[in-house]
């Protein structure tokens, strides 16, 4: 599977951005999807993840309400709607993809596949 996330840019405090991944998966709808982010001298965490039908969603603390994670499997791509952005919002977004064979959800390691990444800065 490759993952290719575009739409990062520059933006000021309290705006908004949309990231998108494209999939190349025929079987992209199988996938549970995630994104994480990386900033410079911290790890990658986890932001928000989407089960393969779109009904489940899960988000990090700091991003809840905030950020919505959706995905259309027509179109193999998974979204991050992110608003009310924060100058801590600045890192690289990644998206990732996963097979659904349990275990956590929230864990990098328990993602087989990995974009190149987008880089998001929220200018205060």
């Known amino acids: 599977v490759q993952l290719q996330a575009s739409g990062g840019g520059l933006v000021q405090a309290g705006g908004y951005l949309r990231i998108s991944c494209a999939a190349s998966?025929?079987?992209?709808?199988?996938?549970?999807m995630g994104w994480f982010r990386q900033a410079p001298g911290k790890e990658r965490e986890f932001v928000a993840a989407?089960?393969?039908?779109?009904?489940?969603?899960y988000y990090a603390d700091f991003v809840k309400g905030r950020f919505t994670i959706s995905r259309d499997n027509a179109k193999n791509t998974v979204y991050l709607q992110m608003n009310s952005l924060k100058p801590e919002d600045t890192a690289v977004y990644y998206c990732?993809?996963?097979?659904?064979?349990?275990?956590?959800?929230?864990?990098?390691?328990?993602?087989?596949?990995w974009g190149q990444g987008t880089q998001v800065t929220v200018s205060s």
């Open positions: 990732a993809a996963r097979i659904p064979t349990g275990g956590s959800w929230y864990g990098p390691g328990q993602y087989d596949y």
């Open positions: 989407v089960n393969w039908s779109g009904v489940l969603t």
């Open positions: 998966a025929r079987t992209f709808s199988m996938y549970i």
